[in-house]
């Protein structure tokens, strides 16, 4: 990262993306949270022991292990990134170029360049592991919090981007 982060000067950023990067952006977006995962899976996984004691039947052990499952895909992210890597639009593995600009957002990556004009910006979300820009509902970008060097930086970015979404009339929830 590079610039003068109090003065006009733009922020650049430098990253390959990752397909945790991407889970963790859409998560940030869909504010995913596994509780009613882990409570649809722990309430498979109870009427699945239970029926199997009132009844016997082994069969109702499978509801159990289905239980189980659910709890797990809600908690772990393994799904969530073998389905990013089956989607080409997430580009896992390309070099991503960015620079924060008085302007906008300018952004380079696979072939394709543009700018996203902080007025398009509507708020800021603080994923685990990503910073992830949205217009109302829609995903306009996320830059990876492993992108900055240090804690600094990133408090400096998040600084930045909220002054300019301030700037645009627009609300920064971060």
Do not use: N
Request: aromatic residues 10%.
């Amino acid at each position: 990262m590079t610039g003068d982060l109090h003065g006009t000067e733009l922020i650049r950023i430098e990253f390959e993306v990752t397909a945790d990067d991407a889970v963790d952006a859409t998560r940030a977006y869909a504010g995913y949270r596994s509780r009613p995962a882990f409570f649809f899976g722990l309430g498979l996984a109870i009427a699945g022991v239970l029926l199997w004691g009132l009844t016997g039947d082994l069969y109702f052990l499978a509801l159990t292990l289905a239980g189980a499952i659910a709890i797990g895909v809600g908690r772990y992210r393994v799904l969530d990134r073998a389905f990013m890597r089956a989607q080409p639009a997430t580009r896992i593995g390309t070099h991503t170029e960015m620079s924060l600009e008085e302007r906008g957002l300018h952004f380079e990556q696979a072939g394709v360049e543009g700018i996203v004009d902080w007025s398009a910006v509507t708020e800021l979300r603080d994923g685990e592991r990503s910073l992830v820009l949205l217009q109302g509902r829609v995903l306009l970008a996320y830059i990876p919090k492993r992108a900055f060097a240090t804690e600094a930086e990133l408090e400096a970015a998040r600084v930045w981007i909220k002054r300019r979404i301030g700037s645009e009339g627009a609300k920064g929830a971060c």
